[in-house]
């Protein structure tokens, strides 16, 4: 098999699409697009952002956030919030064309529009390194990606992943096997 090195990138797939949304000091939303997190315990996920980003100072200063992962059916309006400033542009949830609620469990905004949400508690920022760590309090889900048994149908979810070296949105959705079932063929 042939290999060709590509050095030292962020190249590891998928990279979600994560939206962020967090009440800055007049309880005002604001959100931003993140690709660098993940979950990093059973209630906490952890994300690499740098502290100039206006929806950083928010967390810090309310200690709560949401996050949303992006969906197809709105990635124009993900892509824009990633691309423009919450510095420079003071409503640019209304012009990504978003609504927010208030999150149940925390003092952040849920964007509608995205069908998934982490509540979140802040628990420690980094500077140095811009690792953003937070506590997962509640997952609230628009029942509309729901199937007949209450579980996730990721047809209906149409969460889309980052392709960092291709500069493309990326659907996912197939099913290709069934976790801590397959494997038992092998496992004798």
Same mark, same amino acid.
């Given at each position: 098999m042939a290999r060709k090195d590509l050095g030292a990138k962020n190249?590891?797939?998928?990279?979600?699409?994560?939206?962020?949304?967090?009440?800055?000091?007049?309880?005002?939303?604001?959100c931003m697009n993140a690709a660098w997190g993940g979950i990093s315990d059973y209630n906490q996920i952890s994300i690499d952002l740098s502290n100039y980003h206006k929806t950083v100072k928010n967390i810090l200063m309310t200690g709560a956030f949401t996050v949303?992962?992006?969906?197809?059916?709105?990635?124009?309006?993900?892509?824009?919030?990633?691309?423009v400033s919450g510095n420079d542009e003071k409503d640019k949830i209304t012009k990504a064309g978003w609504s927010t609620s208030k999150a149940s469990h925390v003092n952040a905004p849920?964007?509608?529009?995205?069908?998934?949400?982490? !509540?979140?508690?802040?628990?420690?920022?980094? !500077?140095?390194?811009?690792?953003?760590?937070?506590e997962?309090?509640?997952v609230?889900?628009? !029942?509309?990606?729901?199937?007949?048994?209450?579980?996730?149908?990721?047809?209906k979810f149409g969460v889309i992943s980052f392709d960092p070296d291709n500069n493309?949105?990326?659907?996912?959705? !197939?099913?290709?096997?069934?976790?801590?079932?397959d494997g038992l063929q092998l496992k004798k």
């Open positions: 190249y590891l797939y998928p990279q979600p699409v994560l939206i962020l949304a967090a009440y800055d000091e007049n309880n005002h939303p604001n949303s992962p992006g969906v197809k059916s709105q990635v124009v309006a993900c892509d824009y919030v990633g691309m849920i964007i509608n529009e995205l069908p998934l949400a982490l !509540e979140c508690r802040l628990i420690s920022y980094d !500077e140095e390194t811009g690792i953003m760590k937070g997962i309090v509640n609230s889900v628009d !029942e509309k990606i729901l199937d007949d048994k209450g579980h996730i149908d990721m047809d493309k949105y990326i659907l996912l959705k !197939e099913m290709v096997g069934n976790t801590f079932k």
